[in-house]
């Protein structure tokens, strides 16, 4: 099964980063397509590579290849302020990019700008105006502009929608979001990027794109407030936020209000069983939905290896390795599957039929509201709101709120006891 056939159409793929996102999820991807090409009726079988990676200082690449264990070989590496322009002047067809949250935009915006295809983690950026010079970049040069929200694709949350588009669960009130992470998250992996950063727009994002996809789109997203603390991870009167407590507010088109609130934070204790806690529940008028992870899932304890090196309730949804029952070694999940699905977008755009005809395959895949940039200017709007308010309160202005597409514009921020707004974004959200 491992032998190939020559001559396959291939698709060559850059990375924008190489830490843990690529290491938990785009590795397996490109190791797993190295021994067995994307396949679909429409394209035939479509080799896919990983042709180049761009880093800020090339450790961690050096650190893959001198692993003798690693798989990926023969890709190039660059490396430093200009690394992701070296890589888009190279012949990649697809640009996959993992760079913290504030470093989406540039390299975004270069990739597109020469015409390749481009994967950007959650949230794609963190402003409209940035969001609409990718989308328009995305329209000029007839590729594809994309987003990871891998969240979409974990069972219980397109059960959660199946049961919503069935109309089995039946106009949506109200709901609760939480996500925890522990302190090694935010003092550890993350401690060199988070200063001035929250982990509501790291990870609340999830859960925006999981309300707006899920129970959208014959809504409108109506205003936002936040809050949280600081002190931890940072100074307790810095820019720095440990956890945050979002509301988000739509409204439905009978008139009635549904408020969702996102709680995010990551210093929880790093012994804490869940390690990665996550919860929801959302409140319709016929029914209750609820899912928690850890109480789906399995509870290990290992002696000296858990909770650091195996976590006590790990989630296999989002990725796993498995010895299958015939004997192959795998890694799965759906964090790995966005990303398969991103690529098998990209090959029907580019080999799923006649050249004339490719026009209308971009088409059809930038009409998938799941992970188009286009489709993501809810989940912006509100992360570009919550950042403008934290921002006021670590300045000493608290309790703002950002009312959306109101008679002052797309975004206009309000202070406490003033009538006049703040615009933040002139034009519709």
């Known amino acids: 099964m491992t032998n190939q056939p020559h001559c396959l159409p291939v698709l060559t793929a850059g990375m924008v980063g190489f830490g843990m996102i690529f290491d938990e999820t785009y590795r397996p991807f490109f190791e797993a397509v190295r021994r067995v090409p994307l396949y679909s009726p429409e394209t035939g079988p479509v080799d896919v590579s990983l042709a180049a990676v761009a880093t800020r200082t090339g450790s961690r690449v050096e650190q893959y290849l001198a692993d003798p264990a690693s798989v990926l070989r023969g890709f190039r590496s660059v490396s430093g302020p200009a690394a992701a322009r070296d890589l888009f002047a190279t012949d990649v067809r697809a640009v996959c990019i993992a760079t ?28 409209l105006p940035h969001l609409d010079q990718l989308t328009a970049l995305a329209e000029r040069h007839g590729v594809l502009a994309k987003v990871v929200y891998h969240k979409l694709a974990d069972p219980d949350h397109k059960k959660l929608r199946t049961l919503v588009t069935d109309k089995i669960l039946n106009h949506v009130n109200n709901g609760y979001c939480s996500l925890l992470e522990p302190k090694s998250i935010s003092g550890g992996q993350f401690s060199e990027w988070i200063r001035g950063r929250n982990p509501g727009t790291y990870v609340a994002v999830h859960y925006l794109k999981l309300i707006d996809f899920t129970f959208g789109p014959d809504w409108a997203l109506d205003r936002v407030t936040a809050t949280g603390q600081r002190g931890l991870v940072g100074p307790a009167d810095g820019p720095t936020w440990d956890s945050v407590q979002l509301q988000v507010v739509y409204r439905h088109p009978d008139a009635r209000e549904a408020a969702f609130d996102i709680h995010t934070s990551w210093v929880t204790p790093d012994n804490f069983p869940g390690y990665v806690e996550q919860e929801v529940q959302f409140r319709f008028d016929n029914g209750v939905w609820a899912a928690h992870q850890r ?78 940039v286009s489709a993501d200017r809810n989940c912006v709007a509100i992360v570009q709101a919550m950042e403008a308010i934290l921002a006021r309160a670590a300045a000493g202005v608290p309790g703002c709120l950002v009312k959306v597409n109101g008679p002052g514009g797309g975004l206009a921020l309000y202070e406490p006891g003033t009538a006049s707004a703040t615009i933040l974004y002139p034009g519709r959200v």
Do not use: C
């Not at 949250?101 to 402003?127: F, N, Q, Y």
């Not at 010895?323 to 755009?349: C, D, H, K, L, N």
């Open 100 to 127: 913290p949250d504030d470093r989406h935009h540039g390299p975004a915006r270069d990739a597109l700008a020469a015409g390749k295809h481009v994967l950007i983690e959650k949230p794609s950026v963190l402003d």
């Open 295 to 372: 109480k789906r899932g399995v509870e290990l304890t290992v002696e000296n290896r858990t909770p650091r090196e195996l976590k006590n309730t790990p989630n296999y949804h989002y990725n796993g390795t498995f010895i299958e029952p015939w004997g192959e070694r795998s890694q799965r999940g759906y964090g790995i599957e966005v990303i398969e699905r991103f690529f098998r977008e990209v090959a029907f755009v580019e080999y799923g039929g006649p050249a004339g005809e490719r026009a209308e395959r971009l088409r059809q895949m930038r009409a998938l509201t799941y992970n188009d």
